[in-house]
């Protein structure tokens, strides 16, 4: 089981950045593929990054690509998202998970935490 803490949204005009932690609790963290996820009002939560258990191998929506960076400190079960240039559209609740697997050509998780709130303005 894995517990997740996310903490680091805001408010931040076009442009910006802005780095997204997620703290995770287990004994099982290293070993696990963690990843990012985001949802807006009235559509299905879409998969943002993922970084597999040693941080050595990383994968990005093509929205994000460039952009973003998912990184990990296994040392602090911490899971990290830099997020530069937002877009008016990466507006969203953005959702850590854990355990991420691979199935017809999408990722899902049974793990999610409690999401926190990024919002870009004009």
């Known amino acids: 089981q894995v517990q997740l803490v996310e903490s680091g949204g805001g408010l931040v005009q076009a442009g910006a950045s802005l780095r997204l932690s997620c703290a995770a609790s287990?004994?099982?963290?290293?070993?696990?593929?963690m990843g990012w996820f985001r949802q807006t009002p009235g559509k299905e939560r879409e998969f943002v990054a993922a970084?597999?258990?040693?941080?050595?191998?990383?994968d990005y929506a093509a929205s994000v690509k460039g952009r973003f960076t998912i990184s990990r400190d296994n040392a602090e079960n911490t899971v990290y998202l830099q997020m530069n240039s937002l877009k008016l559209e990466d507006t969203a609740v953005y959702y850590c998970?854990?355990?991420?697997?691979?199935?017809?050509?999408?990722?899902?998780?049974?793990?999610w935490g409690q999401g926190t709130q990024v919002t870009v303005s004009s």
């Open positions: 287990g004994r099982t963290f290293r070993t696990i593929v």
């Open positions: 998970a854990a355990d991420l697997t691979y199935r017809r050509g999408a990722y899902s998780s049974d793990y």
């Open positions: 970084i597999n258990y040693s941080g050595g191998s990383t």
